[in-house]
């Protein structure tokens, strides 16, 4: 195998140079300048999974379904479900002996996931559909079940991501034969996720849960997104459809709501007339085709962006990505455009108070009350109430239509200048990264740099949050595909990453990428056990565990706090806060669940070649893990 | 918010006033580097000053005294304020002993 160069601190910040001196050649501040330079010169594509290569027809055959269970396979086949993950129980033993001897040995195939917790299958759904694009389903054991599974239904809903979920019951007490299947049935056993489900139901017969399943994949993709829950009834799945089969409801094409064309234009107008818009984008790429959008906004426009990460918003090489010099910019700004904004006022209280703020999102269609997930109340001079993605064409047509010869002369000028800032804002981050190169615990910059320096030339998908990682990926990598970063958590409840990326790296593997995750030791913690779903079913992912040795967070707000109280010091943070005494030996706990093993990595200089004996292993179609005693932050 | 630039250089050109400074013997970095986890400004500055969590900027070796005071004494950022009952200034003296011992 070929021996890839080495990340020494000097050849780091050359290259910075070079990247800084072509940036600032570039004659056209445009998508074009983001492109890579070398896409030809990528690795090769990962292999892919022969199950994967099935085409998915777009509905299905009727068929003769002998259960109740086998009607819902194909319902769930015909809108275009491939996987179900799966934690078994006899709440729901009718759907999973169909999955197994119907749904895998038919055509389309739907594939059972075996899955050791709740909440990792319902991660993996969330993590699944940020790369698919689409739901994947999972069954839950009732009560118990869907209690596991309740935190990972709230991170899907803040984080707008569909899910579609199947819960067992047992509503008829004649089906109760002891006492445990009492303890696990519930009246109304749904209701423990209203509030952060977008849509709900208990099916009692055949007919219901094919209208409800075809309502609820409907709403769970429509923007927002959000995860639907079904209850189903045990007995339901187990008897023999009475009289003829119901009918399978066909797959809806849904067009998501645009902005009224009146707003739009006047939005539009607005923009162009201003001296600095600014466009603030959290969630606003939901597809590919999104990101395309957003790339020609900020082009008609050569307005800076500021990319708040929930997606993969923006080009992060992009001269308009501004995102680094964010409070500069923003004080600047005479209009501020926020795109499905998850915390706008965040935003907001950094720009002039004279500034203009407009919103487009589609949250405003549909939110709840009870968990307060919308953040302070913006107060904008219009909330465009509408799928931001879908109205980014009318919107960038109007803008196109608003802007005369003179206005884009002048806007040409905005865009170079900002395009020089970008390359300032990466040099200062290169050098940035550059101070503790060699430190013990290993900095989190030069994890990121010596990470990027082997997977550049894959195909990759990073799919780990970086808030806790203070951003070095956008700030030193190159990303321009959607797939290469999908936003955090949502509700930044523990324990979703690993779930989250063993979805998301079964969505890449399809197409022959990379995953890579780069996760917190608190969160792995929480549930290790993902991986081993990881290696059963041979989905390749790169999982580097950030280990700093407990929960960093609160041993900095322990510390904040008994300053402020002017006692406990000398090591106390660590009181409750640290995994020490014993460390966990993540390496170890990697192998034995069938996961290479690399680590604890203790000095910068080994980095690099674990990394690429991990690789090597992700490479050829399982996962591997790499434990890196890194920095808090 | 343009008002703490100006504040901090001032404190560059403040005499030494506090009492206890006028007990306190020179710093040194093997006292400074115990106290600078001790007090934990390793958690959130790294190891050797160079993590941006939060968005600071890493620290910085040419720090004066004075500077380096000013910054525990007063509100800034996230950052909470360091009583003398809590940082003396002999532990301030250390710190900033260990603080110029940073690589950059």
Known sequence: MQERRTVGRRTFLKSAGAVGAAAAGAPLVGAEASKPAKAAARGKPLPVAAADQDPHPAAIEERKSPYGSDFMIDVMRGLGIEYVAAVPSNTTIGLHESIVNYGMTSAPKLELLTVMHEEISVAMAHGYAKIAGKPMACTLHSTVGLQHASMAFYNAWADRAPVFALVGAMPDAQDRHHFVDWVHSAADSTSLVRDFVKFDDTTVSLPHFGESAARAFRFAMTPPYGPALLAVPARLQTDSPVGEVPKIPALPAISPPQGEIGAVRDVARQLAAANMPVIVADRAARTPRGLELMVALADALQAPVVDCYGRMNFPWRHPLNQTTNQNEILAQADMVLGLEMTDFSAIAQRAPSEAKLISISSIDLYSKSNYQDFNRFTPVSLALAADAEATLPSLIDEIRAAITPARRSQMQDRGKALAEQHDEALKSARAAAAIGWNAKPISVARLYAELYEQIKEDDWSLVNGTVFHNFWPQKLWDANKHYQYIGDAGAYGLGYLPGAAVGAALANRGKGRLTVAVGGDGDFMFTPGAIWTAAHHNIPLLYIIHNNGGYHMERMWTQVTAIQRERGFKDRYDIGNSFHNPNVDFAALARSMGVHGEGPVREAAELRSALRRALAVVRGGAPALVDVISEGR | ?104
């Not at chain 2, 630039?5 to 001032?10: E, G, M, R, T, V």
């Not at chain 2, 403040?14 to 020179?26: D, F, G, H, Q, Y």
């Not at chain 2, 969590?53 to 909470?80: H, V």
């Open chain 2, 1 to 104: 918010m343009k008002l703490r630039p100006i504040l901090f250089a001032l404190a560059m050109w403040l005499p030494v006033t506090s009492a206890a400074s006028e007990n306190s013997k020179a710093g040194t970095a093997q006292r400074g580097a115990a106290k600078y986890h001790d007090y934990g400004c390793v958690l959130c500055h790294g190891s050797v000053g160079q993590s941006s969590a939060f968005g600071n900027a890493a620290l910085d070796p040419q720090t004066p005294i004075e500077g380096l005071r000013y910054k525990l004494r007063n509100k800034s950022g996230m950052m909470p304020v360091f009583s003398e009952k809590i940082l003396t200034e002999q532990d301030a003296q250390d710190i900033h002993a260990f603080l110029k011992t940073f690589p950059r």
